[in-house]
Every structure is written in structure tokens, then in C-alpha cells.
């Protein structure tokens, strides 16, 4: 496997563009450990592509350096299929910025193909190239790697970079590539940091707490972050949310009355009793964190028919523009259009009002929620929407 990485990225430059995967390993870890990066840079014309598996955790691992740089430069095209948990990987681990980024898995939903398309599915539908798959739940992180694993890995990138130029013809020829690239530029901005308040609200059974118990299940998260990063173990391995809450709720302050709580085995109250009740004392000691008393929106009884019916007309002209569904509307983000409009407030700041998808379905759901727009069944028992 190629390790000379500044050959890699003078020829990603020159060519103006880079396909780029990775193989990790999650399980069991606080966060994922990089194991395999693959890249795939155009020769000649472009109709093939040259590929090199690059190998972290050999010996030295590799001097990342040179292709961080490229992943940074504006003028080189960064090519990946679902590249979310890449891009969040190779930010943290390579301490880079990621820029121009074209995501093979994101253009398919706005070229007539199904959200969420795999990559093998998509190069058969694109280049009708078939791909070997027999690697694909293999332990990465084990060396020495086989050459079946090396081989299925470099398949992940070969055919990248055609089926990138396949669907950017084609969404040339939609009028829709600027679109495209517009939603993949959310990519540059993910991170796999873990945000304390985040995990807070999203415990199990926590609007049921008082004030006071809130700081205390606060103080419990971020003991359970920094334990869990410091030994790289995953958070529900150090403490389970049902048990952090309950702690929460009883605020033991002895490891004698922690062990009265379900769900703790002896192993955790040897080795952590004394931090647990230590986090439950600067819990106490804490400003009590008020509960969110303000009802979800889109839970009002008089609100779901609305939702369906916002839902009908998305979906309508997602069929009609052969877009995926899922590109044009969350339901979360059409609970809070029509909680607004219900309201009398201003419109909510949502991806479904903004941009593009506000020209091809946003403006019609505010005309629809306001009377101007209406929904029937016509011909064919297909949907109609009327209106100004």
C-alpha cells in the first residue's frame, strides 16, 4: 500500500480534484479510530481513476500533512459518498478543514434516484459497474489486512470519481448541479464533538425532573464525557442513561446509598462510587437548571391534520420533480412552519423556507397553510394542488 502521500496530493492539485473514504472501527470506543483512508485521483482524461489505500495504523503511521492541505484547498474538488462520518473523522483525527466537497450519495437524491442510495447501488445504476461487498463488516483495526480487505477498499473509490461526472452531467442537464452543490456544503461544517447540553436534554425521562435534580443529571454527563474520553470507551459503557437519571433523582450522597439504585453493578461502585457521588455533590452545589416547559411544536391536537397535509404537498412535488422527499422537508422542520403559523409568529428558521427549496415547495406550504393553495384528488387519484 502507497504511503508517499506528497506524490498523492501534487497530483490531487494539479487535477483540480480528489476522491476520498475511509475504514473505521467505532465499536467500543469513545469515538471512532481511524483505520484505512482511500483516495482516488483522475488520470489523463479522467475516465479512469489512479488509487491509493493509505495505512494509519502501520508503523509510523503516514504524514497526513500534505493531504490535509489538499482537503482545505478551495480549488480542489473533494469527492465522497456519504461522507458525513468521513468528513467528521478526517477533521478531528487530521486536524484539517474539508472545502468543496461533492458528495456522490447527496447529488443522487436531486437526480431522480432514492435518498440515501448506497454506493454500490448507485455505480450500478450510473456505470453499471458491480462491485464486490463480501468486506464490508470486517475488523479494520486487526493487521496484518488480507488482500481481499485491501482490495474491497480500494474498490470504494475507484469508479468515485465517474460516478461523480455521471450524476453532475446529469444535474447539469436538470439545471438542479447548483443545488446539489449547495446541500453538500453543510458537510464542511460537522463535527463528532460531543455537546454536554445536547446529551443532557436528550436523557431518557429528563422533563421529569425538578430543577435541582436537572443540575445534578447535568453534572453526572459531563463526569460520564470526560471518563468515557479519558479511558476511549463508549458513554453507556461508563454509566446507562436510565441509571444516570435515576442517580439524578435520588442524589445519593454516600456510595453506601448509590448502591441502593438499580442497574449499578459492583464493578461500577468500586471503581466509580466515589466520582459518581463526588458529581452529584457539584450537582447540588450547582444553579438549578429550569425544565423546558414550552410545549414540542406540532403537538397540539388541531396541528397533525396540517402536518399531513404540508406533508401531502411535499411529497407531491417531490414526485413531480423527481427530488427525494428527504431533501426537501423534515417533518421537524414542518411541526415548527405550521406550530408558527398557528401561533401568529414569524416564519421559523428551516431549511424548507430557505433557498432552493423554498422556489420548489416553501413558498407553496405558507400559501397552503394560509388558505391560497388548496390540495384535491384529481384524474388517476393523483394529488392537484391549485392556487395563484
Known amino acids: 500500500m502507497a504511503q508517499d502521500t506528497a506524490e498523492i496530493a501534487a497530483r490531487a492539485t494539479r ?3 480528489l476522491g476520498i473514504d475511509t475504514e473505521f472501527m467505532g465499536e467500543g470506543r469513545y469515538r471512532p479510530l481511524l483505520c484505512l483512508v482511500q483516495v482516488a485521483v483522475p ?5 479512469t481513476s489512479d488509487v491509493d489505500v493509505l495505512d494509519p495504523l502501520t508503523d509510523g503511521g503516514i504524514d497526513h500533512g500534505p493531504l490535509a492541505d489538499v482537503l ?3 480549488a480542489v474538488e473533494i469527492v465522497m459518498h456519504a461522507g458525513r462520518q468521513d468528513c467528521t473523522l478526517l477533521r478531528r483525527v487530521w486536524e484539517t478543514r474539508l472545502t468543496n466537497i461533492f458528495d456522490t450519495q ?3 437524491g436531486f437526480a431522480g434516484l432514492r435518498a440515501q442510495l448506497g454506493y454500490e447501488p448507485l455505480v450500478g445504476e450510473l456505470l453499471g459497474v458491480r462491485l464486490r461487498k463480501s468486506a ?3 475488523r479494520w483495526d486487526v493487521r496484518p489486512l488480507s488482500e481481499e480487505q485491501v482490495s474491497y477498499a480500494r474498490e470504494d473509490v475507484l469508479h468515485l470519481l465517474q460516478a461523480a461526472d455521471a450524476l453532475q452531467d446529469r444535474l447539469g442537464d436538470m439545471g438542479r448541479l447548483d443545488w446539489a452543490r449547495e446541500e453538500c456544503r453543510f458537510l464542511e461544517e460537522l463535527s463528532d464533538e460531543r455537546d454536554p447540553e445536547v446529551l443532557f436534554e436528550r436523557l431518557p425521562r429528563i422533563g421529569g425532573l425538578d430543577p435541582g435534580m436537572r443540575a445534578v443529571a447535568y453534572e453526572l454527563v459531563l463526569w460520564r464525557e470526560d471518563t468515557a474520553r479519558e479511558g476511549d470507551r463508549p458513554a453507556s459503557s461508563v454509566l446507562q442513561d436510565a441509571a444516570l437519571v435515576e442517580i439524578a433523582k435520588r442524589r445519593p450522597a454516600s456510595p453506601e446509598r448509590l448502591g441502593q439504585i438499580r442497574g449499578l453493578h459492583e464493578g461500577i461502585l468500586r471503581r466509580r462510587g466515589a466520582q459518581i457521588v463526588a458529581a452529584v455533590e457539584r450537582g447540588r452545589a450547582r444553579e438549578p437548571i429550569p425544565s423546558e416547559r414550552e410545549r414540542p411544536a406540532g403537538t397540539e391536537p388541531e396541528d397533525a391534520p396540517l402536518i399531513t397535509l404540508a406533508e401531502s404537498l411535499v411529497r407531491t412535488r417531490a ?3 423527481e427530488l427525494a422527499y428527504e431533501l426537501l422537508a423534515a417533518r421537524a422542520d414542518l411541526q415548527r412552519i405550521v406550530t408558527a403559523f398557528r401561533d401568529g409568529k414569524p416564519e ?4 424548507t423556507l430557505q433557498g432552493w427549496r423554498r422556489e420548489v415547495v416553501g413558498a407553496e406550504l405558507l400559501e397552503l397553510l394560509a388558505g391560497d393553495r388548496t390540495l384535491r384528488v384529481g384524474a388517476g387519484r393523483r394529488i392537484e394542488i391549485s392556487g395563484p
Open 15 to 17: 487535477a483540480g480534484r
Open 43 to 47: 488520470t489523463g482524461d479522467g475516465s
Open 72 to 74: 482545505a484547498d478551495p
Open 106 to 108: 447527496v447529488a443522487a
Open 136 to 138: 464490508s463488516f470486517t
Open 319 to 321: 414526485l413531480e420533480r
Open 348 to 351: 421559523p428558521d428551516v431549511r
